[in-house]
Structures are given as structure tokens and as C-alpha cells.
């Protein structure tokens, strides 16, 4: 099911509601327009995917969402965290790992926690406690240096999650992986998502990964940045990622999307 | 030091070697250049004078090379912390070093008379700028990105300093250390020339005025001996701190 423009039914409560909001930015003496009006609702609990090109806005969008940025126009609001400031209270993690290779396994996946207050020790034992299901067990003392990229996204991605946020910002996790361990990464991120029910979105430019995770995607055009299309993604949970991404249903909804990319991109 | 001590130590056993054979083979007078054992029997001799000098410019040293380094680390925090600050503090602090320490050495001593503190203060005016500088580039250098990800933890800016900014900047703070305690040698000797009642730098005045060349070969090892192994401690507290860097592929 489609529904245009990008504004979902009223059904569940909204996470975070986006009105109209754009941004332009100045790079060297041009200035760019990186979204224009755009408008989103993300409902609560739900795993939604921002999907486009390379530079077509979506890394200004995630900005705007967890309060880094504010927008030139429009509003952004996170109705089930209240009113206020979204800056400090929003979960966020960025494309790159952003590690400190000066600190241990345990001691970057507690740098959250520390910075919201946390002891250092109280923060350490509850790290220690999601070290086995982030596949982490036996590298608590290792530092960064010393892992792999999926591992070191586990250890950036716990360090998002431990601080138990309602929402939950990723901003292409995965890109730097190779296929393999994104597709052992995915079905584990769903797999966590599915017992810690948050709202996550999800940023990438890799419209299979979308699909396969997300209960609805958002497709970004650039140019001026704004959401072109919004698409269910009916599949049934739990989802197996071999069965999914092979399925008729799976491809006719990716169909449905590089088509609206062909058009608007 | 990998190859272990054994490389310099060999080469400059033969260039003291070289120097006696010379000394003795020309017959250099000694009062121009004094052997290597006539040095080291002054040494032996006189070790209590040069222990008790040594221990004086070593307080000197020691004391002027923390203020400094902490005059340095606050002022390069500062001026990183405040775009206005470092704009303005900048010029003044290059013009800090441009003053020909010997010309304002003296001054300080005329301030704080005949004490450890014109030496210390010699020495810190020293060291306090290759440390501020070295503060100064070391912070800016820190991943923006990971300041960005603090901020979305709502940490404030004294926590992105203590938990991102320092400790990236950690290898450069110590190259500002190591060029700071190398020339904190050089500030307690000129310090102590200027106006002082012992110390490595008078004994040197003495022994030059007494026309004892050995006595000023020999103050000059010790002195020589003291700044090294004070700048190999700098470096292994170096090495001590940033021990995580054997395992860091890539920089942040």
C-alpha cells in the first residue's frame, strides 16, 4: 500500500512528527538546499527507513531530528517525549563509529550513560550485562583498534542503545560493511529490535536492507531534499532475511521504489 | 629505543676515546681542553658539590617545567575554548618568546631577588608556550563527529572537553612536554647566570672565572646527563599514558 504525500493515518501515536521543514546550508561561496518542505510522521514503536541517493538530504534530516541542527522553516516535534528540546534526548548514532581508540570495548560503550550522569562503575555493569547479545563477550578489555567493522558497529550501536532511548536514530550502520556481515548485522538489529521494542529510524541508501527491516520506508529524491514516496512494508514479522529478500511480495515492493527513484531522482 | 642502549652509549664511548687519544697525542694544553680523565677525576672528586649544585638547578628545573606545563595546558584549554581569547592572546604570547630571555632574567631577578623563583620563572616562561601551542592544535584536531554524538548525549562543553577533546589531544599536549623539558634545561642555566648562589649554571660562572676548564666539562656532563634522562621521563610517562595507541589502526 502507498500512500502520498508522506503523512501516515492518524492511527498510532506519533513518535516524532515532521511539518514542512527546510534547511538550507552554505558550502564555500554556493548555498544548498538540502530539504525543502518536507514532511514526515513516524509512528511510535515502529522501525522506519529513510532511503535515497548519496547527498539527497537525509544526514541534514537526521540532524534536524535529534536537535544537532534546527530547521530554517517547518516544525519537528516528538509528541511522545513532550515539549522541549530534542537535543540530549533522542537517541543517535552516526555513520562513522566515532570510537575512542583511547578507551576500551566497555569503556566507549559506556560513554552514554557517563554523559547522562551514569557512575562509571554503575555504568560499566550494565554495559557488561548486554556485552554476550552484542557478540561483544571476551572483547570488554580490547580496544578499538583491535576489532573488526561489524564488531566496532556493535560496540557504537550499544553504546546508542544502552542509553535506553525511546527513539533511536542510525544513520546508515551498516554502509561500511561487507555483504555478509550486513546481512548477519540486520537480521541481529532486528532480532534486538523485536525483545526492546523502540521507535528507530533508520537511515541508508540500500533500498533491500530498507525492506527487509522497516515497517514503512521513506523514499528521499535530492535536489531539494523532500520525501517523494511512503511505503508499507507488509511482510510478516519475525522476518527471515533469506525467505524475505527472495519472496515476490518482497521484490514487487522493491519494484514500486526504484520505479518512484527513476521518476523523481 | 628498541636496539636497546647499547648504540648510543658505543658511539659515545669512541668519540671520548677519540678526544683522549687526541688530547694526549697533541698535547693540547688542558687548560683549553681538558682529557676525559681528567673530567671524570674532577667528577669523582668534587661529586658532593655536584650532587648538592645539581640537586639545586634540578628543584629549578622541575619546578619552572610544572608551572610552565600547566600555564601552557590552561592557556592552550582557553584560548580553545574561547575563539575571542585565542584571537587575542595569540600575538602576545609569540611575543612572549621573541623577549631574549637573558635580557629578562635579570628583571626577575631584581623582583624576586636571590630565590628559586626567577629561575623557576625563567624556565616556566620557556616551557609554558610549546605546551599552549601544542594544547591549541592537539583540541582542534579532535573528530567533529564525535563531539556532534556527545552533544545528542547531552553533554555540555566541559564534558567534550574532559572526555573527547583532552584525550585526543593527549599526543600532541606531549610533544609540547618533551620540547618543553629539553629547553628547560637551557632556562635554569641562564636563570642561574643571571644572579644565584649555587646551582649547575653558577658552578659553571665559578669554574670559568677560576679558569678550572675541567670543573666546567664536568658540570656541563651533569647537566647534560640530567636533561637527558628527564626527557627519556617524559617520554616514557609518553608512552605510559597513551598506552592504547599500540592497538589504534587509524587516528580519530
Known amino acids: 500500500m502507498t500512500i502520498e504525500p508522506a503523512v501516515m493515518p492518524a492511527a498510532m501515536p506519533a513518535a516524532m512528527k515532521v511539518r514542512g521543514v527546510s534547511k538550507t546550508y552554505r558550502d564555500g561561496s554556493r548555498t544548498v538546499k538540502a530539504l525543502e518542505g518536507a514532511d514526515v510522521d513516524i509512528p511510535d514503536g515502529n522501525f522506519v527507513s529513510i532511503v535515497g541517493p548519496s547527498a539527497c538530504g537525509k544526514s541534514t534530516l537526521l540532524n534536524l531530528f535529534c536537535g544537532l541542527d534546527k530547521p530554517d522553516s517547518g516544525s519537528i ?89 525511546r527513539i533511536n536514530l542510525l544513520d546508515e550502520p551498516f554502509g561500511k560493511l561487507d555483504a555478509i556481515t550486513r546481512a548477519s548485522m540486520q537480521s541481529w538489529l532486528l532480532d534486538y529490535w523485536q525483545d526492546n521494542r523502540c521507535t528507530i529510524v533508520f537511515v541508508t541508501h540500500d533500498i533491500d536492507e530498507a525492506l527487509f527491516l522497516s515497517d514503512v520506508v521513506h523514499l528521499m529524491c535530492p535536489r531539494p531534499g523532500r520525501i517523494t514516496l511512503s511505503l508499507e512494508v507488509d511482510i510478516p514479522r519475525p522476518r527471515k532475511y533469506e525467505d524475505v529478500v527472495t519472496s515476490a511480495h518482497f521484490n514487487g515492493l522493491k519494484a514500486t521504489l526504484l520505479q518512484s527513484l527513476g521518476r523523481d531522482g | 629505543m628498541k636496539s636497546g642502549l647499547w648504540p648510543p652509549l658505543l658511539l659515545g664511548a669512541g668519540i671520548i676515546a677519540a678526544w683522549e687519544i687526541y688530547v694526549r697525542a697533541a698535547g693540547i694544553d688542558p687548560l683549553l681542553l681538558p682529557p676525559p680523565s681528567a673530567v671524570a677525576r674532577y667528577l669523582a672528586e668534587n661529586a658532593q658539590i655536584m650532587v648538592s649544585n645539581g640537586a639545586a638547578t634540578l ?87 564525535l563531539i556532534r554524538l556527545l552533544r545528542t548525549f547531552g553533554a555540555g562543553p566541559w564534558r567534550v572537553t574532559s572526555m573527547a577533546a583532552l584525550p585526543s589531544a593527549l599526543p600532541r599536549i606531549f610533544s609540547g612536554l618533551r620540547v618543553a623539558m629539553a629547553l628547560s634545561v637551557v632556562g635554569a642555566v641562564v636563570g642561574e647566570w643571571v644572579g644565584s648562589t649555587h646551582g649547575l649554571g653558577y658552578l659553571m660562572l665559578h669554574f670559568e672565572n677560576r679558569g678550572e676548564t675541567a670543573g666546567l666539562f664536568a658540570t656541563v656532563a651533569v647537566l647534560t646527563v640530567m636533561g637527558i634522562i628527564l626527557f627519556f621521563l617524559v617520554g616514557w610517562a609518553e608512552n605510559w599514558a597513551l598506552s592504547w595507541k599500540r592497538y589504534a589502526k587509524e587516528t580519530l
Open chain 1, 77 to 165: 516535534e516528538a509528541p511522545v517525549l513532550g515539549n522541549g528540546d530534542l537535543l540530549g534526548r533522542i537517541g543517535y548514532m552516526p555513520q562513522q563509529d566515532t570510537l575512542m581508540p583511547w578507551r576500551n570495548v566497555t569503556d566507549n560503550v559506556t560513554v552514554g550513560l557517563e554523559c547522562l550522569g551514569c557512575g562509571r562503575e554503575d555504568a560499566r555493569r550494565r554495559a557488561r550485562e548486554h556485552m554476550d547479545r552484542f557478540g561483544l563477550s571476551g572483547f570488554e578489555l580490547s580496544y578499538p583498534g583491535q576489532l573488526s567493522g561489524g564488531m566496532r558497529q556493535r560496540v557504537a550501536m550499544l553504546r546508542t542503545f544502552l542509553c535506553g532511548r
Open chain 2, 59 to 145: 628543584t629549578e628545573l622541575l619546578v619552572g617545567f610544572f608551572c610552565g606545563a600547566i600555564i601552557g595546558l590552561s592557556l592552550g584549554i582557553l584560548m580553545q575554548a574561547w575563539r575571542w581569547f585565542r584571537e587575542a592572546a595569540y600575538p602576545w604570547l609569540v611575543a612572549t618568546q621573541m623577549v631574549p630571555i637573558p635580557a629578562v632574567a635579570p628583571i626577575l631577578v631584581l623582583w624576586f631577588g636571590f630565590t628559586i623563583v626567577p629561575k623557576a620563572a625563567t624556565v616556566a616562561l620557556m616551557c609554558f608556550f610549546p605546551v599552549a601551542v601544542n594544547t591549541v592544535d592537539g583540541l582542534s584536531a579532535v573528530n567533529p563527529e
